[in-house]
């Protein structure tokens, strides 16, 4: 009997298997027991296990069933909620500008009239001051665009072209200033010189 270097057991002479663990025996060399094989060489050796036995069933991965429960039945994922797809109110997107109407645009196209009369008779009485005319008509077609702008919905454009108009009548205003101080002391100076002469005379 020839016995088995891995499982001792007890095989024919002319066995060149064990018939137990199917591990290769030799006559002679191999028919005493080794003990210094390792447990690895021994499962390494050992018959593979029987189809007999049931095997687990191995589950998809987990990033496959997150990826399938948050993609829902259809297989599409779920649509992404933003900031404003809630069902609180909505805010308005950024840089869209004023949303109101400007206020007082009437007022500053009255003031563009008055201004501009205003300049009006000082340059029929002094020509000189002529080009202060300029600011209260740049001033009044602005205010006409900013009510024009206001009334067709857009806000924006009518805050901007206010702006303009405020612009040219504080220009308008300080001009006009500016000519009135000008012309008073060119008429008392006038009027001294002519004194002057008359008592020179």
């Known amino acids: 009997m020839i016995k088995c270097p891995v499982c ?3 095989n024919p002479d ?19 027991p080794i003990d210094d094989i ?15 036995e049931p095997r687990g069933h191995a589950g ?14 259809g297989g599409t994922p779920p649509p992404a909620q933003g900031p404003g797809s809630g069902s609180g109110a909505q805010l308005p997107p950024l840089g869209a500008g004023p949303t109101e109407p400007p206020e007082g645009v009437n007022i500053y196209l009255i003031l563009s009239i008055v201004l501009l009369c205003l300049t009006f008779f000082l340059s029929v009485t002094q020509p000189c ?8 008509i740049i001033a009044l077609i602005f205010a006409i665009l900013a009510m024009s702008a206001s009334n067709r919905g857009d806000f924006a454009g009518a805050h901007s072209q206010l702006k303009i108009a405020k612009v040219a009548l504080l220009v308008t205003g300080i001009l006009f200033l500016v000519a009135l101080i000008a012309v008073g002391l060119l008429m008392v100076l006038g009027v001294a010189i002519f004194g002057g002469m008359m008592a020179a005379g």
């Not at 390792?38 to 007999?52: A, C, G, R, Y």
């Open 129 to 136: 001051c002529f080009p202060v005319m300029v600011a209260p």
């Open 8 to 10: 001792r057991y007890e």
């Open 14 to 32: 002319d066995a060149t298997v064990c018939l137990n663990c199917g591990a290769p025996v030799e006559r002679g060399r191999m028919s005493e």
């Open 60 to 73: 998809p991965p987990p990033h496959r069933q997150s990826h399938g429960a948050a993609a829902g039945a």
């Open 38 to 52: 390792s447990e690895e060489q021994t499962l390494l050796m050992s018959p593979p296990p029987s189809s007999d």
